[in-house]
């Protein structure tokens, strides 16, 4: 099992940078961190909202 107590550094970091820049949706957040230079459309304009069913349906399985 991966050591759970990397996750909460990692979010608190995330949470630091997603508040510098506010203005951007989390999945442009993400491609921002990532460098990414893949096309990532649905990710990109992906709102919160749409996250937030996603992990909710995924909680249910």
């Known amino acids: ?3 759970p107590k990397r996750i909460k550094p990692f979010l608190e970091k995330l949470e630091e940078l997603w508040l510098k820049n506010p203005d951007l949706r989390f999945g442009q957040l993400m491609i921002w961190i990532a ?3 893949e096309a ?3 990710l990109f ?3 919160e909202k749409e996250f937030l069913e996603k992990m909710r349906e995924l909680e249910k399985k």
């Open 1 to 3: 099992m991966r050591d």
């Open 45 to 47: 304009y992906m709102e």
């Open 40 to 42: 990532t459309p649905k």
């Open 35 to 37: 460098k990414t230079e």
